[in-house]
């Protein structure tokens, strides 16, 4: 039986070390990608394929549990083999295989917290206390069920 389509994506964004040796936080991390507009995919992330023009995205903060922004994947960039740069210079992460050019950024707020809401996703592994390796590869596909129950309530959203 083919998987149906994703309704959705969640990206998610971790903490990364920068050239200083300091750790900058994942808020800090996606707050930048946000305001470029732009998200980085790695060669082995996950559902990377998947996410094409007009895809919805949630953009995931981890460590914090919160969904903080949503938008539009505008267009999907494929890097050569030397990749694609993404994040600042002073930033110790790995040169993109994919760049997704973001549009119609809203930050939420508040912020959507998925610990509340993630026992009611079908995305949730029956080991509900393991909730977190649902997240695990960088991009997570949504169903329409999992996207309304993030979204259903309603969220004071304001543009970039």
């Keep these: 039986m083919a998987e149906k389509p994703a309704f959705g ?9 920068g050239t200083d040796g300091r750790t900058v936080s994942a808020r800090n991390v996606a707050e930048l990608r946000l305001a470029r507009g732009q998200w980085p995919l790695y060669a082995r992330t996950s559902n990377r394929r998947a996410l ?3 895809a919805r995205v949630a953009v995931y903060v981890a460590g914090e ?11 999907v960039d494929a890097g050569s083999r030397r990749g694609l740069e993404v994040d600042p210079p002073d930033f110790l992460s790995p040169k993109a295989s994919t760049r997704l050019r973001l549009a119609g950024v809203e930050r939420l707020d508040p912020p959507v917290d998925l ?11 029956r080991n509900r206390q393991k909730w977190g ?27 970039r």
């Design 65 to 75: 549990a919160l969904i903080i922004a949503m938008a539009v994947v505008e267009g």
């Design 9 to 17: 994506f969640i990206l998610v964004a971790k903490e990364v070390t």
């Design 115 to 125: 610990r509340a809401r993630i026992h009611e996703l079908e995305i949730c592994p």
């Design 52 to 54: 094409g023009p007009r």
């Design 133 to 159: 390796s649902a997240l695990l590869g960088g991009v997570r596909g949504l169903g329409e069920h999992d996207w309304q129950c993030l979204f259903r309530a309603t969220h004071h959203r304001s543009r």
